[in-house]
């Protein structure tokens, strides 16, 4: 039995329809009423890894929920085949939600998804949701731009597409912008000698948000020169987020009263670690 024919067949005439929808960074509560409204009228989700549990459990139990997630060592569907299933779904009368974490259009193959759907002649509507820069950095009270010390911020992918970022260094060697990896973790060694090779200073604060605006949030403080060295020591795992830039000394969980290595509860599940 194919996937297709397993699933209820719509009332014929049903003209198909495919909604990208972001579910933001995890906490379900960040997710637009836009959002929350396709879900519940969607008659099959495809949703990727970084869908929170939380986020997952909005999803009604009678409608059908296809895992389509790809994570490092394991690609899953391949994009092509993603896009085929969309496409095959819509054809066949669904009102399909492919629900993404985060945005669909930073960093979520969603521009993709969109042309491919727009070339088959299938209605794509798109949903924003909270980027996980936006949404991880103000959940640790980080402001991703300040007056003072930050005039810009550029979102950046940490892995490229054959896996060691290909990165305008120039671009990112000025220290009043803020800069947010996304996928970063891998290549962190690569990351922050390729930028201190390139003018940021060594002593440049870095956060890594890992499990941002989650049950399990856990933030680590560092600096470019010691954030390799906070990756192998404190094992953060997927996903994480690494935010350069002086906006990081402004984190409410920074005070100086705190020494290197010194972990503080945060609320509920929130850990932060400071480290060399």
Same mark, same amino acid.
């Given at each position: 039995?194919?996937?297709?024919?397993?699933?209820?067949?719509?009332?014929?005439?049903?003209?198909?329809?495919?909604?990208?929808?972001?579910?933001?960074?995890?906490?379900?509560?960040?997710?637009?009423?836009?959002?929350?409204?396709?879900?519940?009228?969607?008659?099959?989700?495809?949703?990727?890894?970084?869908?929170?549990?939380?986020?997952?459990?909005?999803?009604?139990?009678?409608?059908?929920?296809?895992?389509?997630?790809?994570?490092?060592?394991?690609?899953?569907?391949?994009?092509?085949?993603?896009?085929?299933?969309?496409?095959?779904?819509?054809?066949?009368?669904?009102?399909?939600?492919?629900?993404?974490?985060?945005?669909?259009?930073?960093?979520?193959?969603?521009?993709?998804?969109?042309?491919?759907?727009?070339?088959?002649?299938?209605?794509?509507?798109?949903? +924003? @949701?909270?980027? !996980? *820069?936006? =949404?991880?950095? %103000?959940? $640790?009270?980080?402001?991703?731009?300040?007056?003072?010390?930050?005039?810009?911020?550029?979102?950046?992918?940490?892995?490229?597409?054959?896996?060691?970022?290909?990165?305008?260094?120039?671009?990112?060697?000025?220290?009043?912008?803020?800069?947010?990896?996304?996928?970063?973790?891998?290549?962190?060694?690569?990351?922050?000698?390729?930028?201190?090779?390139?003018?940021?200073?060594?002593?440049?604060?870095?956060?890594?948000?890992?499990?941002?605006?989650?049950?399990?949030?856990?933030?680590?403080?560092?600096?470019?020169?010691?954030?390799?060295?906070?990756?192998?020591?404190?094992?953060?795992?997927?996903?994480?987020?690494?935010?350069?830039?002086?906006?990081?000394?402004?984190?409410?969980?920074?005070?100086?009263?705190?020494? +290197? @290595?010194?972990? !503080? *509860?945060? =609320?509920?599940? %929130?850990? $932060?670690?400071?480290?060399?």
């Amino acid at each position: 039995m194919t996937l297709l024919s397993a699933l209820t067949v719509p009332a014929p005439g049903t003209t198909g329809a495919v909604w990208l929808v972001g579910a933001g960074p995890g906490d379900a509560e960040l997710l637009t009423l836009k959002a929350l409204r396709a879900i519940e009228q969607a008659t099959v989700v495809v949703v990727d890894r970084l869908v929170s549990d939380e986020v997952l459990a909005l999803i009604p139990s009678t409608t059908p929920c296809i895992d389509a997630g790809k994570a490092p060592g394991r690609h899953g569907m391949k994009q092509q085949d993603i896009n085929r299933l969309l496409v095959d779904l819509a054809c066949a009368g669904h009102r399909v939600v492919r629900l993404k974490g985060g945005d669909p259009f930073i960093f979520g193959r969603g521009g993709e998804e969109m042309l491919a759907l727009q070339r088959a002649g299938i209605s794509c509507r798109v949903v +924003p @949701g909270i980027t !996980a *820069a936006a =949404g991880c950095a %103000a959940s $640790t009270g980080i402001p991703l731009t300040h007056r003072e010390c930050a005039q810009s911020v550029q979102f950046i992918t940490g892995h490229g597409k054959n896996g060691a970022p290909a990165l305008d260094w120039d671009a990112l060697r000025d220290p009043r912008q803020t800069l947010v990896f996304y996928m970063g973790l891998t290549w962190c060694a690569e990351l922050s000698r390729g930028l201190m090779d390139n003018g940021r200073a060594a002593h440049t604060p870095v956060a890594i948000i890992e499990n941002g605006t989650r049950a399990g949030q856990r933030v680590l403080l560092t600096t470019l020169e010691g954030l390799a060295r906070t990756v192998a020591r404190e094992k953060p795992v997927s996903p994480s987020l690494l935010v350069v830039g002086e906006v990081v000394n402004l984190c409410r969980l920074a005070t100086a009263s705190q020494p +290197p @290595g010194h972990e !503080a *509860a945060l =609320g509920t599940g %929130a850990t $932060t670690a400071y480290g060399a």
